[in-house]
């Protein structure tokens, strides 16, 4: 069964630091772009970041030189660093990855996580 699992959510002051993983399991035999999105209460889920295969990343502009996101492939894990928090960054963060998982179809398809708490207080 093919999964990712978020871990490092929590609750932080202004200010403050979390680092997020999401970790894929189960047979995979590809990933391409993974990236990390957020659902504060009573809003649409909106992107945080984004980052292919190739290392290439992508931000929301509001978050833009605070958070970054890293992968280690060997490990098929991906990584929000989040630093210098605000209270308008607490939501749910999810987790997706483009995961190809039939050896003999060249297919990617979107997997979600569980999404993981993040509170920010002021």
């Known amino acids: 069964q093919v999964q990712l699992v978020e871990s490092g959510g929590g609750l932080v002051q202004a200010g403050g630091s979390l680092r997020l993983s999401c970790a894929a399991s189960?047979?995979?035999?590809?990933?391409?772009?993974m990236g990390w999105y957020r659902q504060a209460p009573g809003k649409q889920r909106e992107l945080v970041a984004t980052?292919?295969?190739?290392?290439?990343?992508n931000y929301a502009d509001t978050v833009k030189g605070r958070f970054t996101t890293s992968r280690d492939n060997a490990k098929s894990t991906v990584y929000l660093q989040m630093s210098s928090l605000k209270p308008e960054d607490t939501g749910v963060y999810y987790c997706?990855?483009?995961?190809?998982?039939?050896?003999?179809?060249?297919?990617?398809?979107?997997?979600w996580g569980q999404g993981t708490q993040v509170t920010v207080s002021s």
């Open positions: 997706d990855a483009n995961l190809r998982v039939r050896l003999l179809s060249p297919r990617y398809d979107a997997y």
């Open positions: 189960g047979i995979i035999f590809g990933i391409n772009t």
């Open positions: 980052i292919t295969d190739g290392s290439t990343t």
